[in-house]
């Protein structure tokens, strides 16, 4: 039997997917999510998908998903590494091994900044370099003390029509992000497919419960917010959530409005995937909401650039960890597709 590695070629996305699927053992349902997920990422390239192949077959396969995110008024490029599996019935021969070692020869020699994956097997991957660290889900706070803000100026809230507001809702993110930390940079691409992508934080599909709002103030619209209540989930998730400088009020108002909407539901429990140094987490304090973060095992980085650390203020590695992800809160978080 003859095992070899190269990156995915036309036509072979189903069986990709076959191999996922055979190795996680999920429904059809999931995979079809996982689906349109890699064919609406606007970064997606066949190149960064690694595949190992016996006799021709997908047996092993390592996803490599590009993404450009800021630290500070840096930006770093990092590889979100996803869908790591070997088909059940070729495990423990070190196929999966040698597919891994080849995805991070690739981030070495593209010149990745940081490297990123979520795992149920650390032991695995410190084999490679990857360091565990805290991995944050967000912010969990009630969403009837949402409901209770008294935002001090007065917003026009509308319901955030995608095709009608996206250039808007662009411009306001970009003003938003300039300096923060753990944002994605969203180019033209990004944009334009987030309504295909179907699930969030990646779209506003009304299948999924999605809530898509927007605050007005003096006729400018400044903020904007993405949240969902799905059948799957108990909560309310607030996914997106940006305000042009000065209108941290108009993203209090907005939460307020998505709270109150969503008191009709289930639990009450609301999770902000905000980021621990987004401008409003004081102003939700001093609004009297408590918030209690969320933190689990199974995220891990890699570095494989240093030259990123000292323009962005950090000193070495275990700086940068401390620093991004071991701050009280916590700065960078985990998201789908890092």
């Known amino acids: 039997m003859a095992f070899r590695v190269r990156a995915l070629q036309r036509g072979e996305l189903d069986g990709l997917l076959l191999c996922f699927q055979d190795a996680f053992q999920v429904d059809d349902a999931s995979i079809a999510v996982v689906r349109n997920s890699l064919i609406n990422d606007p970064y997606f390239h066949p190149e960064r998908v690694r595949v190992g192949l016996l006799d021709g077959r997908i047996v092993s396969q390592v996803v490599i998903l590009h993404r450009a995110v800021y630290v500070g008024n840096q930006v770093i490029s990092v590889a979100g590494i996803t869908a790591v599996c070997t088909h059940p019935a070729y495990q423990r021969q070190g196929f999966g091994t040698r597919v891994v070692q080849d995805a991070l020869r690739l981030i070495r020699n593209q010149g990745y900044d940081m490297a990123m994956l ?18 944050v889900g967000g912010f969990e706070c009630s969403a009837r003390a949402l409901s209770r803000l008294e935002p001090g100026n007065p ?30 940079l969203r180019d033209h691409r990004f944009w334009e497919t987030w309504p295909r992508r179907g699930t969030f934080p990646h779209g506003f599909s009304a299948r999924l419960g999605a809530i898509g709002l927007l605050a007005e103030h003096a006729d400018d619209l400044v903020a904007y917010l993405g949240a969902s209540v799905s059948a799957e989930q108990d909560h309310l998730s607030v996914t997106d959530l940006a305000h042009v400088r000065g209108h941290e009020q108009g993203g209090l108002t907005l939460l307020k409005e998505a709270a109150a909407r969503y008191l009709v539901g289930a639990s009450g429990r609301t999770v902000l995937q905000l980021g621990g140094n987004a401008p409003i987490m004081p102003h939700l304090r001093a609004g009297g909401v408590p918030l209690e973060v969320e933190v689990g095992p199974g995220l891990m980085v890699l570095m494989p650039n240093r030259g990123w650390l000292a323009p962005a203020g950090l000193r070495s590695v275990n700086d940068a960890i401390e620093h991004l992800f071991r701050s009280d809160p916590p700065i960078l978080w985990y998201r789908d597709g890092y």
């Open 118 to 135: 979520t795992t149920r097997l650390p032991r695995f991957f410190s084999r490679f370099g990857f360091r565990e660290v805290p991995k």
């Open 155 to 184: 917003y026009t809230i509308h319901k955030l029509d995608y095709n009608r507001d996206w250039r808007v809702v662009a411009s306001i993110y970009r003003q938003y992000c300039v300096g923060l930390t753990g944002l994605q």
